[in-house]
C-alpha cells in the first residue's frame, strides 16, 4: 500500500507564488501521490468569470506524477517556504521573474506568441493608423501604379453634393420646354411625364447610393462604381456611353442658351433673317452655337479655375430664376398678363396683329393679319370662310391660379407637324397661326423631357473631394433628386393651373412676340428668367465640356479599350487636351443638328443606358451576395433595383426604339471589342462573382486569374475525422460552414482512410456516402470526398493540394481541434495537425482551427449574444470578414460583433480605438471596437513554473519514446503469459480536462494512459530506469522564449476570460506554428492554455493575402 497526500486549495499558496520543482526522493520516504495545487474556482481563468464553478467544469493543470507499487518512486514535490534551490535566490525575496532576466525582444512580453506575424505583418496600431489617414484619389488596385495624393477639399453634403446635383438637374429644358411639353400632353399626362422620369433617377439614385457607400469611391465618380461593379466589358460599353451622353450633353446646352439669346432675348441678333422661321433659327443655332462651343473649349482649356468659379454664379442664377418662377405664380393675375389674340378658337401670332408696337387684335384692314384671310380689298374682298364666321379677341395669357383655366387644360392636345397647336387642322404660318413643327405623342414628350432629370451623378463625380462620401452622396444625391422632382412636379401643375393651353403649347412664344412663356410668368420681371437661364445654360455647358474629356481620359488610362489609349495623354498642367478634342468635335456634330428636340432624344438613350447599368450593378451585387457588397447605405432592395432597370429598357423603346436598338448596338459592340481584345484588368465585378456559380464557361474564365479582393469569399475544404464507424466524428463542423458561407460559395467536406486503396475501397465509398448524409441533413452546397493514403499527413497534404476543378478550388481549409493530443503517446495525434497547419500555409491558404466543434450551435438554433473577434495581428482582414459573413446566417444574425485589439506599451489607445472605429465605418461592418491595455507587467513564477513542467513533461515523452516504452496492450499480453504479475513502473499523466462539458472525447480517451517500460526483455532495472528519466527531466532550465510565449498566452487568455466569457464565439489569430520539429509540443501547449476555459473558439490563420476592401 502507498498513501496519497492531497494538497487542498486552501492549504497551498496563490499560484503566482507556487513554484514547482522536481525533487529527487529520499530513499525511505513513503509513497507518496503528490496532486499539484488546483486553482480556486474563483479564478477568472477557470470560471468564465462566473463568481462560482461548478462541478461540469473541472480544470487541473499539467501535472507529472509517477509511482511505483513497491515502494521505489519519483515524486514532484511542491516546493514549499524555505525552499532554496542551488543556484537561485530566495523566492520570498523575488517572487516574480524579472524582464531582465530573459534575453531582450525585440517586441513585448505579451506578444512573444505571435511575434513571427507582427515581424512579417506589423502592428496593429500602424495598419489602423495608415487606413485611418487614407486619402482618396489613390488607385485601389494595389498592382497598378498610383500617382502623387493630394490635397483633399473637404466638402460636406451640402456644397459637394446637393447642390452641383440641383444645378446639374436643372437644366435648359426647364425654362424652354417644359411649358409646351405641359401644354401638349395635358396636366394629367404631363405630370405622368415628370413623374416617370423622377421615378426612374429616384430608383437610379438608390442604387446609386448603395453602390458609392459600398467602399471608398477614389476621384472617377460613376464611371468608376459601374466599371467596378461589372466589370472590364460592362465598364468600358457603359463608360463610352456615359462620355457620349455628357458630350453631346453640352451640344444642348449651346443650342439651348443661343435659342435663348437669338429667339427670347433679341432676335436682332439673327444673321439669317426671321427666327420664326425654323430653317433660319437653326442656320443660326449652327453659327453661333459653333462660336460659342470654340470659345467654351478655350476657357475649358486655359481656365479650369474660372469654370470652377463660374459654377457658383451658374448655381445661383438657377436658383433665383426658380424663386422668381413659383414667386411669379401666385403672383399672376389677369391684370397683369400679356394678351394674346385668337381668331375663333385659333391663337394668332403677335407680329400679324401688332401695328406700330401696339395690339390691334380685330378684323380690320389696317392690321396686317386681314390681308392675310382676304384678298382683292378694296374693291372685290374675298376672305377665308373662317375669318368671316369668327371673331377676333384677346385674353389674358397668364389669368392666374385662380382662372380655373386649369381644367381646360387636363386633356392632352397632341398634334401632328405642319398642323395648327392643339388641333388637326392644317396650318398657314403666313397668315399668322402657330403650327406645330414636330409630331408630339406621349412617347415623344418623354423622350425630349428625361435629359431634364439627368445629372443625379454629379456628386459621385465628386467622391475624392468629399469629407465623408458614404454620407454625403446618399443623402445629397436624393435630397437633390427629391427637391427636383418637387420642383418639376409641382411646375406642371401650376402652370396647367396658371397659363392658357395655348400659350403654353406656343414652343417659341410667337403669340407673344417671341418671349418665352416662363419668363412672362416670373416676378419681377422677365429678364430675370432670361439672364439666368442663359448663363445657367452656358454653366451647364461648361461643367460638361469640363468633365466628357477627364472621363474618356479615365477610360483609357483604364486600358480596357486599346484604340483610345492617345487619349490618355495630357499636357504638363494635367489637362486632357487631346481627349478635349474629340469632345468638342463630337458636340460640333450635335450643335450642326441644332434642333433640340433632335439631340434630346439621343441623350435620353444615353443616359437611360447608363442608369439601367447602375441598377443592374445594384441588383446583381445584393443578389449574388459578394462578401464585399456592405453599402452603409441600407435603404435599397434588389427589386428596387430591378425595377430601376426594366424602367430605363422601357423608357428607352418607348421613347424611340431605332435609337435604343443603336445604343445597345454600340454598346455591345464595345463589349465584344474589349473582350476581343482581352480585358486583363480585374476589379473584382459582380459578372464575375455570379461566373464563380455557372458550369463550363465560368470555370474556364474563374481561373484565369484569382479573385479580386472584393469577390474573395471563403471556399471551404473541411477535413474531417472519422470514428472506427466510418462516421463523421464532428458533424456541427459543417453545420458551421454552411452558416458561414450563407448558402453561397464552394464547400468541400473529405477525409482520409489509412491504409491501401486497392484495399479500403469499399471503406473509402461507405464514407463518402456517410458524408453525403451529412451535407444532405445539414443542407450544405457541398461535395463530399474521401481518399485513402497510407500515411494520414500526405492524404491530407493531396487533399489541401488538389481539390477542387478548375478556378473552383477552396482558398479556406477547415479543421478541427486534435483533442487527445496530450494523453496520446503517438506522436501523430498532434504531428498530423501541425504538418497540416504547414501545408496549409504553404499553400498560401487561410486555415480554420474550431475548438468545442460539439458547443457549436445548429443551423436551427437562434443566437443572441455578441461574437468577440480578438484582432492580435493582420491576416489580410480575415477576422474581420468571418464575422460579418457568419451574421448573414440567421443562426448568428441577432449576434452583435464586439473587436477587441490589444495596444502594447508605445502605442496611443485613444488614437487606436478612433482609428478602428474609422477603419470598421470605411469597411461598412457594424461593430463595437475596443483596444486592451496590457501593461508590459513581469512575468509571473506562476507562467514561469508553468513553462518549466510543459519542458518537463515534453522531455519526459521524448525519453519514453526513446526507451522503447510498450503500449499497454503490450504488457497486458505479457502478463497473461507469464502468468506472473510484473512490478512495473508506471509513469502516470495527470487527466487534463480541456473543455468544460464536451462529448467529443469517450470517456476512455480522456482516462489516463498507463506505460510499462520493458524491463525483463531488456534487463533494465526499475529504479535504473526511473532515474534516468528523473535525471533528464531535472536538468531542464525553461527556455527564455518560451517563458515569454507562456507568458503571452497566459495574459492574454486571462483578458479573453475577463471580456468575453459570455461571448457565443471567439474568434482569434492563430499563432504560426514552429519553424523547428523541437518547438511542437511546446506550441500546442500554448494554444491549449491560450483557449482554457472557453467553450467556442474559432482561431484563424490568413492566407497571406487581402481579403477585404474599404473600396467599392
Known amino acids: 500500500m502507498h498513501t496519497v497526500r492531497r494538497f487542498s486549495v486552501e492549504e497551498v499558496p496563490e499560484r503566482n507564488n507556487i513554484p514547482l520543482e522536481p525533487l529527487f526522493p529520499l530513499e525511505d520516504e513513503e509513497p507518496v501521490e503528490v496532486v499539484e495545487n488546483v486553482p480556486s474556482p474563483s479564478s477568472p481563468l477557470l470560471t468564465n468569470g462566473n463568481a462560482e464553478a461548478g462541478p461540469e467544469s473541472p480544470q487541473k493543470l499539467p501535472t507529472i506524477t509517477i509511482t511505483t507499487d513497491n515502494g521505489e518512486h519519483v515524486i514532484t514535490k511542491i516546493r514549499t517556504e524555505g525552499d532554496v534551490v542551488e543556484g537561485e535566490g530566495t523566492p520570498d525575496d523575488e517572487p516574480f521573474a524579472r524582464s531582465d532576466e530573459l534575453s531582450n525582444s525585440d517586441y513585448s512580453n505579451q506578444m512573444a506568441l505571435y511575434e513571427d506575424d507582427i515581424h512579417h505583418q506589423g502592428k496593429i496600431s500602424a495598419l489602423l493608423n495608415r487606413l485611418a489617414n487614407y486619402h ?43 411649358s409646351w411639353i405641359v401644354g401638349m400632353a395635358g396636366a394629367l399626362e404631363g405630370f405622368f411625364i415628370v413623374f416617370i422620369c423622377c421615378c426612374c433617377t429616384m430608383l437610379t439614385a438608390i442604387s446609386m447610393s448603395a453602390i458609392a457607400t459600398n467602399g471608398v469611391v477614389p476621384a472617377g465618380g460613376s464611371y468608376f462604381m459601374i466599371s467596378r461593379a461589372l466589370g472590364p466589358e460592362f465598364g468600358g460599353a457603359v463608360g463610352v456611353l456615359f462620355y457620349l451622353g455628357t458630350t453631346v450633353a453640352s451640344s444642348m446646352y449651346i443650342i439651348g442658351a443661343i435659342e435663348i439669346l437669338v429667339t427670347y432675348m433679341n432676335r436682332d441678333f439673327s444673321i439669317f433673317g426671321d427666327v420664326g422661321v425654323l430653317s433660319n433659327a437653326l442656320n443660326n443655332y449652327r453659327v453661333y452655337g459653333t462660336a460659342v462651343l470654340l470659345l467654351l473649349g478655350i476657357v475649358v482649356f486655359i481656365g479650369v479655375a474660372f469654370v470652377s468659379k463660374f459654377a457658383a454664379l451658374s448655381l445661383a442664377c438657377v436658383i433665383v430664376s426658380i424663386l422668381c418662377i413659383y414667386i411669379g405664380i401666385f403672383a399672376a393675375h389677369p391684370g397683369n398678363s400679356p394678351l394674346i389674340c385668337y381668331l375663333g378658337d385659333r391663337l394668332l401670332s403677335a407680329s400679324l396683329v401688332t401695328v406700330d408696337g401696339v395690339m390691334m387684335c380685330m378684323k380690320n384692314e389696317t392690321v396686317p393679319v386681314f390681308h392675310k384671310y382676304c384678298t382683292g380689298w378694296p374693291n372685290e374682298t374675298t376672305c377665308d370662310p373662317y375669318f368671316e364666321s369668327n371673331n377676333m379677341y384677346t385674353k389674358p395669357g397668364i389669368p392666374g391660379l385662380a382662372s380655373g383655366v386649369f381644367h381646360a387644360n387636363v386633356p392632352n392636345r397632341y398634334t401632328q407637324a405642319g398642323d395648327i397647336i392643339g388641333s388637326r387642322v392644317v396650318g398657314n404660318t403666313a397668315r399668322g397661326e402657330i403650327v406645330s413643327d414636330v409630331t408630339t405623342s406621349f412617347v415623344v414628350l418623354l423622350a425630349i423631357y428625361f435629359p431634364s432629370v439627368t445629372g443625379i451623378m454629379a456628386g459621385s463625380n465628386r467622391s475624392g473631394d468629399l469629407e465623408d462620401a458614404q454620407r454625403s452622396i446618399p443623402i445629397g444625391t436624393i435630397s ?114 441644332a434642333n433640340l428636340d433632335l439631340v434630346a432624344p439621343v441623350i ?101 486569374g484569382p479573385p479580386h479582393t472584393k469577390n474573395w469569399r471563403p471556399q471551404l475544404l473541411v477535413l474531417f475525422k472519422l470514428d472506427e464507424n466510418l462516421q463523421p466524428k464532428y458533424p456541427k463542423m459543417v453545420e458551421f460552414a454552411t452558416q458561414l458561407k450563407a448558402g453561397k460559395g464552394l464547400t468541400l467536406v473529405t477525409s482520409v ?58 482558398n479556406t481549409v477547415v479543421v478541427g481541434w486534435p483533442y487527445g493530443w496530450r494523453h496520446n503517446t503517438d506522436e501523430r495525434s498532434y504531428k498530423v495537425f501541425i504538418e497540416t497547419v504547414n501545408n496549409i500555409g504553404a499553400g498560401q491558404m487561410a486555415l480554420l482551427v474550431i475548438k468545442g466543434a460539439s458547443n457549436f450551435p445548429s443551423s436551427m438554433e437562434r443566437l443572441k449574444g455578441t461574437i468577440d473577434i480578438w484582432w492580435i495581428v493582420h491576416d489580410g482582414g480575415l477576422l ?69 513542467m510543459m519542458e518537463q513533461r515534453t522531455e519526459m515523452l521524448k525519453n519514453m519514446r526513446v526507451g522503447n516504452v510498450s503500449l499497454p496492450q503490450t504488457i497486458v499480453d505479457k502478463s497473461h503469459e507469464t502468468g506472473a504479475a510484473l512490478n512495473d513502473v508506471k509513469i502516470k499523466l495527470d487527466t487534463v480536462v480541456e473543455e468544460s462539458t464536451t462529448d467529443e472525447e469517450k470517456f476512455s480517451e480522456r482516462n489516463q494512459y498507463t506505460f510499462s517500460p520493458n524491463i525483463r526483455s531488456q534487463g533494465v532495472s526499475v529504479e535504473k530506469m526511473a532515474s534516468s528519466i528523473n535525471k533528464n527531466v531535472l536538468e531542464i532550465k525553461p527556455d527564455q522564449k518560451n517563458v515569454r510565449r507562456m507568458h503571452t498566452a497566459v495574459r492574454l487568455n486571462e483578458v479573453i476570460i475577463q471580456k468575453s466569457h459570455e461571448a457565443k464565439l471567439v474568434i482569434l489569430n492563430l499563432p504560426a506554428p514552429p519553424k523547428h520539429e523541437a518547438g511542437e509540443l511546446n506550441y500546442m501547449e500554448f494554444l491549449e492554455v491560450l483557449t482554457e476555459g472557453l467553450e467556442k473558439v474559432l482561431m484563424v490563420r490568413g492566407s497571406g493575402s487581402e481579403v477585404i476592401t474599404i473600396y467599392s
Open 880 to 948: 474581420m470578414l468571418l464575422p460579418f459573413l457568419l451574421q448573414q446566417h440567421k443562426t448568428w444574425r441577432n449576434c452583435k460583433l464586439r473587436i477587441f485589439t490589444v495596444a502594447q506599451l508605445e502605442d496611443n489607445t485613444i488614437q487606436m480605438k478612433a482609428d478602428l472605429q474609422k477603419f470598421m465605418y470605411q469597411l461598412r461592418i457594424q461593430a463595437d471596437v475596443e483596444v486592451v491595455e496590457m501593461a508590459d507587467s513581469d512575468i509571473t513564477a506562476y507562467t514561469y513554473e508553468r513553462t518549466l
Open 480 to 593: 437633390a433628386v427629391v427637391t427636383t422632382s418637387i420642383v418639376y412636379m409641382s411646375c406642371a401643375l401650376f402652370l396647367a393651373g396658371t397659363v392658357e393651353g395655348d400659350l403654353l403649347r406656343d414652343k417659341l412664344g410667337v403669340s407673344i412676340e417671341g418671349g418665352l412663356v416662363v419668363a412672362f410668368l416670373a416676378w419681377p420681371t422677365r429678364w430675370v428668367i432670361l439672364i439666368g437661364s442663359f448663363l445657367s445654360t452656358i454653366g451647364a455647358g461648361l461643367q460638361s465640356l469640363t468633365g466628357a474629356p477627364r472621363l474618356l481620359q479615365a477610360i483609357a488610362m483604364d486600358g480596357t479599350i486599346p484604340i483610345l489609349k492617345v487619349f490618355s495623354v495630357t499636357t504638363k498642367r494635367g489637362e486632357p487636351f487631346r481627349a478635349l478634342l474629340l469632345t468638342l468635335a463630337i458636340s460640333e456634330i450635335g450643335i450642326l443638328v
Open 753 to 810: 482512410l489509412e491504409g491501401k486503396f486497392k484495399e479500403r475501397f469499399a471503406d473509402a465509398q461507405a464514407a463518402k456516402q456517410n458524408l453525403q448524409k451529412v451535407i444532405d441533413s445539414t443542407d450544405v452546397k457541398g461535395f463530399p470526398d474521401v481518399i485513402v493514403s497510407e500515411n494520414i499527413t500526405i492524404g491530407l497534404c493531396h487533399l489541401v493540394q488538389n481539390s477542387g476543378l478548375g478556378g473552383l478550388r477552396h
Open 604 to 704: 435620353t438613350m444615353f443616359f437611360l443606358m447608363c442608369y439601367g447599368f447602375v441598377n443592374m450593378a445594384c441588383a446583381l451585387q445584393t443578389l449574388v451576395r459578394t462578401p464585399s457588397w456592405r453599402p452603409r447605405f441600407r435603404f435599397y432592395h434588389w427589386t428596387l433595383s430591378l425595377i430601376g432597370m426594366a424602367l430605363c429598357v422601357c423608357l428607352m423603346f418607348i421613347s424611340s426604339w431605332y435609337y435604343a436598338l443603336v445604343a445597345i448596338a454600340l454598346a455591345v459592340c464595345i463589349y465584344k471589342y474589349i473582350e476581343y481584345k482581352g480585358a486583363e484588368k480585374e476589379w473584382g465585378d459582380g459578372i464575375r462573382g455570379l461566373a464563380m456559380s455557372a458550369a463550363r464557361y465560368s470555370l474556364l474564365r474563374v481561373q484565369q
Open 136 to 178: 482618396a484619389g489613390v488607385e485601389p488596385n494595389t498592382s497598378e501604379k498610383k500617382g502623387k495624393v493630394q490635397a483633399k477639399a473637404r466638402l460636406g453634403t451640402l456644397l459637394g453634393v446637393f447642390l452641383p446635383c440641383v444645378q446639374n438637374i436643372f437644366g435648359v429644358l426647364l425654362f424652354i420646354r417644359m
